[in-house]
């Protein structure tokens, strides 16, 4: 159970990270430069 539930959390914080990062440079990019290098660009 244990093992299941590290896979699963390490899996589920992979794609929240990359939806993360996705909505940051859609921000990025529709903000505009003044938003750049925000933790949002990381």
């Known amino acids: ?3 299941v539930f ?3 959390s390490v ?3 992979n ?3 990359v ?3 996705c909505i ?3 921000l ?3 903000l505009g430069s003044s938003y750049s290098g ?4 990381v």
């Open 1 to 3: 159970m244990f093992v």
């Open 6 to 8: 590290s896979v699963s």
């Open 11 to 13: 899996v589920g914080d």
């Open 15 to 17: 794609v929240v990270g």
């Open 19 to 21: 939806y993360i990062k």
């Open 24 to 26: 940051g440079i859609l």
């Open 28 to 30: 990025n990019a529709k």
């Open 38 to 41: 925000t933790s949002f660009g």
